[in-house]
């Protein structure tokens, strides 16, 4: 985001999802039911110069997501931008199991520099983000899908709805979904940001001059999900399947 920041550490922990209570029953990969709110998931490494393949075939679709929060409850005390100087009109939404906004979708190029986001590549280019890898280094957007939430204001605190660094996400585009964590603030009143990995995962162009999306992105956060280590993303996608199953199925 462009804006000064600073980054908080991770504590070292074995690596692990924490779903929401109410999951009473989880089938991962076809493999196993589980029932305990913590799903333990394989460890990541420290640095990658390029993101891992990671399975996206969740049975659910982008129709099933978009058919659950068609209609808003607002939980902000207002609306924000989706760029400064826009109109502010888009609320931020909720239900007993998420939170969600519709919007654009700028992208974050911030934390580790890399062959595409540096300071060459984004003149707004910031080598910090809100929140870190566990090893304590930021994170890096060229490889990791994560989401950008406003920082926490009288507008909205995201804080005080089941939300905070690592919580899953699942992010719609047209008929993709994707699943990736919150991993970067912004600005108090400006909503609509991601990764250069969580755009390119969309088919969205990632340039951080030229790319995004003028509008038709979801961003659907789970309530008190977290993925740790953040920045694992087979554990994202693994978390956000069984997620959007359960929240599509009624729990």
């Known amino acids: 985001m462009r804006w000064d920041r600073v980054s908080v550490g991770v504590p070292h922990e074995r690596p692990h999802i924490v779903i929401p209570v109410q999951s009473l029953a989880l089938t991962v990969a ?133 939300v905070r660094g690592g919580s899953v996400v699942a992010v719609v585009y047209g008929d993709r979904v994707r699943y990736a964590v919150v991993g970067d603030t912004g600005p108090v009143g400006v909503i609509g940001e991601a990764s250069y990995a969580a755009a390119e995962e969309l088919g969205i162009d990632p340039d951080p001059r030229s790319g995004g999306a003028p509008s038709g992105v979801t961003y659907i956060v789970f309530k008190n999900s977290r993925v740790i280590p953040l920045e694992d993303r087979e554990a994202a996608v693994v978390a956000g399947e069984a997620l959007a199953r359960q929240f599509v199925n009624g729990g």
Request: glycine letters at 10%; a negative charge; aromatic letters at 6%.
């Open 30 to 162: 076809g493999v196993a039911a589980l029932t305990p709110t913590v799903l333990h998931g394989a460890a990541s490494p420290q640095a990658r110069t390029e993101p891992p393949a990671v399975r996206q075939s969740g049975s659910v679709g982008a129709a099933d997501l978009l058919a659950e929060v068609g209609d808003c409850t607002p939980v902000s005390q207002g609306r924000y931008r989706s760029d400064q100087g826009a109109a502010a009109t888009i609320p931020v939404c909720g239900t007993d199991e998420v939170v969600f906004w519709k919007a654009d979708m700028d992208i974050d190029c911030d934390g580790q520099p890399g062959i595409r986001c540096n300071t060459a590549a984004d003149p707004y280019f910031s080598a910090s983000t809100a929140f870190a890898q566990s090893d304590g280094r930021p994170l890096n957007s060229e490889t990791l899908p994560y989401v950008v939430v406003p920082a926490p204001s009288a507008l909205w605190d995201y804080r005080a709805h089941g």
